[in-house]
């Protein structure tokens, strides 16, 4: 993730931003890392000076490390506006004017010093491999742990004891229909999936039946290692690596 600029106060941080554009554009801009965003090169604009319970209004220029204004969106950015002097924050939705340019309006519901965290989540290209390599329809990149667990009463003499037994499985998605999830433990939603869709488990170990599941997990490991591989396939994992930064504002 990256965050605009350095801290520093309202008035230095509207004059920089408009230092921070670049002097010289290289053109033409079509190589691919011309199309790259970079956080470190893009600049804001404070549009106001809010008052207690006003939106502060910045505006985002988009610019590559060659020093090429994006004239393009898609960009994924995040802002969050964060009080010093409480625990208090709030967001907003950035708005892509898909012309490089983007704003955001943010609530400011404290007095005093605030920091403002804008956060290039990922540049454009970054979030059309995403697109790629998370595409919904491909449901072998999706993948949970299954919980199953019995209980049974054991009676020993005069007392009755309690066996738990638990297991677990790895779980995917399969649409294939009834047929691929054969000897597997298959949980279908018919209104949320159809018919011919479902989270396939493997079957549980000790005893334990499909019927025993009490809980899913998304795996997180396991889908970020098969992004990663997908990513490195493509040769641009280095897209989704990057810093933090933020600034300093007075409202």
């Not at 956060?119 to 595409?135: F, G, K, Y």
């Not at 005893?207 to 997990?217: E, K, R």
Request: proline residues 3%.
């Amino acid at each position: 993730m990256y965050h605009l600029d350095t801290r520093k106060s309202l008035r230095k941080s509207t004059q920089t931003s408009k230092q921070k554009y670049p002097d010289k554009v290289r053109l033409p801009c079509n190589t691919f890392k011309d199309k790259i965003t970079s956080a470190n090169m893009s600049s804001y604009d404070i549009l106001n000076q809010p008052r207690l319970g006003e939106f502060l209004r910045i505006r985002i220029q988009a610019v590559s490390e060659t020093n090429c204004p994006q004239r393009e969106g898609g960009d994924f950015w995040f802002a969050v506006l964060k009080a010093l002097n409480t625990s208090g924050s709030t967001s907003s939705p950035v708005v892509d004017h898909e012309n490089g340019t983007y704003s955001v309006d943010l609530l400011v519901g404290w007095s005093g010093y605030v920091v403002v965290d804008i956060i290039l989540v990922h540049p454009s290209v970054a979030t059309q491999i995403l697109d790629r390599v998370t595409n919904i329809s491909d449901y072998s990149r999706l993948f949970w742990n299954a919980k199953f667990r019995c209980e049974k009463q054991i009676r020993k003499g005069n007392k009755v004891l309690i066996q738990k037994q638990v297991a677990t499985s790895v779980c995917s998605m399969m649409y294939h229909g009834p047929k691929s999830w054969e000897n597997k433990c298959a949980y279908i939603n018919e209104r949320a999936l159809g018919t011919n869709t479902a989270r396939v488990c493997e079957k549980p170990t000790n005893g334990l039946t499909c019927d025993n599941i009490v809980s899913f997990t998304t795996n997180v490991a396991l889908i970020a290692k098969v992004f990663n591989n997908m990513s490195s396939a493509l040769g641009k994992d280095w897209l989704f690596k990057g810093y933090v930064k933020s600034f300093l504002t007075s409202c």
